[in-house]
């Protein structure tokens, strides 16, 4: 896949899809400190442009052809440590949505925070991307279950030509870990293949992972890891005290487990607590802020899922803290766009959503009958290399014309089309439901009154108010 990138900041997202197996052929942003920092870790094919001025880059992003535009336009309209207020920063969203139209990869990924999702700059960027063909995954997830250490709550919404709504939730929902990453398992973490190449101070990394760039190769490089090697000094001191300071945004708490996750990065993260927060600290601090660990940037850095030795620009600590804040983390990042990539060249196919099997024995078909009209229907998906179409006419057509499906029998290819018929059919009516919210409060109803062993006929006849049912029924 050939993607490009917008919004490209430090580089994290470009990082975390090129290591997916992305190949990311061209990266823009407005700040020059992000992309000389863009162009020194990940490549020489950033360009800084102002993306408001649509016109200055569909051009030539157009002549690219890629396959996808990925990109996390401004949050800070949105976020929750700011004001709210959508201005400029929130019309970058709608910018990123013209520039997709016109453009129209079959694929775009955006990144945002949560609050986005209900914003009036997304409302019109949907319209856009809806009216040019569109259907979109919408996902809300949490960092600290993508790897990094962190409980960074973010939307992501993925799109791709043609597709029914939902095509990609499943996947993404399949990938998050069990438990959430803790700073410990970051900065006690050992890897089987890591290798020791002596620093020139102590304040460098000597310990670097196969998955990292490492620095010069020297003639004292590459010596075995020595007995008892002590992980660096600030990682020590902060496994050792065992808690950490994040300055709340919101009346928060203060002081962090190491056996928990860090809360989101912002870009007064790395500051100390004040004489303000030690007078009235929040009463959910387990220690005294005052004698936890402080975090060094850099560790703030690896939070955030930049390696070690990533470089970054002679400027201000405020605005290195920024460039990291705005970062999308590159393991989460990494995640997605290899999920993205085994879609796109068919690997896997999105799971069945909500209850078909329940909709189809309630329309007469046994469970075995159920099960086996399922079945049909992941069968039929692999045909279509994991497709899912808006229209059940293309659907059924394009399955029509794989390789595969011409070879089977007759009675065997009209079991897949009716599947596929029968899964667009519940599609419809739960999507007409749910636009419905009495309709769906009935069906809530039938469902506990079902399970509570209430008898069809008394639950009709409550929701239909009827004298003679007994009042506890309607309250069930």
């Not at 013209?98 to 986005?116: G, L, Q, S």
Request: charged share 20%; hydrophobic share 40%; aromatic share 8%.
């Amino acid at each position: 896949m050939r993607a490009v990138e917008l919004f490209c900041g430090a580089g994290g997202m470009s990082r975390g899809f090129i290591d997916a197996g992305i190949d990311v052929i061209r990266a823009y942003d407005a700040w020059t400190a992000a992309v000389e920092t863009y162009r020194r870790n990940v490549g020489g094919h950033v360009r800084q442009a102002d993306l408001a001025d649509v016109l200055s880059v569909v051009p030539e992003i157009t002549a690219l052809t890629p396959d996808l535009i990925f990109g996390g336009p401004p949050c800070q309209d949105y976020s929750t440590a700011g004001k709210r207020i959508e201005g400029r920063n929130a019309s970058l969203t709608v910018a990123f949505a013209i520039i997709v139209a016109t453009v129209r990869p079959e694929w775009f990924v955006m990144e945002n925070v949560v609050r986005a999702h209900k914003s009036e700059a997304w409302t019109k960027a949907q319209q856009i991307l809806r009216r040019a063909g569109y259907g979109f995954s919408v996902s809300k997830v949490n960092a600290a279950y993508y790897g990094v250490p962190q409980n960074r709550r973010r939307l992501l919404v993925v799109g791709r030509l043609g597709e029914r709504d939902g095509f990609l939730e499943s996947a993404i929902a399949s990938a998050a870990a069990e438990r959430p990453m803790t700073l410990r398992d970051l900065f006690e973490a050992k890897s089987p293949d890591a290798v020791f190449l002596p620093a020139r101070n102590g304040a460098r990394c000597s310990v670097w992972s196969a998955d990292e760039l490492m620095p010069t190769i020297r003639s004292a490089s590459g010596r075995p890891l020595p007995e008892g090697y002590v992980a660096h000094s600030a990682d020590a001191a902060l496994i050792q005290n065992g808690y950490i300071y994040s300055r709340p945004v919101r009346a928060g708490r203060g002081v962090r487990s190491i056996d928990e996750p860090f809360p989101t990065v912002t870009r007064t993260s790395w500051e100390r607590a004040g004489p303000r927060y030690l007078a009235n600290p929040n009463p959910g601090d387990p220690v005294c802020a005052s004698a936890v660990a402080q975090l060094t940037f850099r560790q703030i850095a690896r939070i955030q899922g930049f390696p070690e030795n990533w470089e970054w620009p002679k400027t201000s600590r405020q605005h290195q803290m920024q460039m990291i804040a705005n970062a999308v983390p590159p393991p989460v990042s990494k995640v997605v766009g290899t999920i993205i990539l085994s879609r796109h060249m068919g690997n896997d196919i999105p799971a069945v959503q909500g209850r078909f099997l329940e909709w189809l024995v309630g329309r007469g078909r046994s469970r075995a009958v159920a099960r086996n009209v399922k079945a049909n229907l992941n069968r039929a998906r692999r045909l279509l290399g994991g497709r899912t179409f808006v229209e059940p006419a293309l659907e059924i057509h394009t399955l029509e014309t794989s390789e595969q499906f011409q070879c089977m029998s007759a009675g065997t290819k009209s079991d897949l089309r009716q599947a596929l018929r029968l899964y667009a059919e519940y599609l419809a009516q739960k999507q007409a439901t749910e636009r419905n919210p009495r309709d769906r409060n009935i069906n809530i109803f039938k469902r506990a009154s079902t399970e509570v062993g209430v008898p069809d006929r008394m639950a009709d006849a409550a929701l239909t108010g009827d004298g003679n049912t007994p009042c506890h029924v309607a309250a069930a």
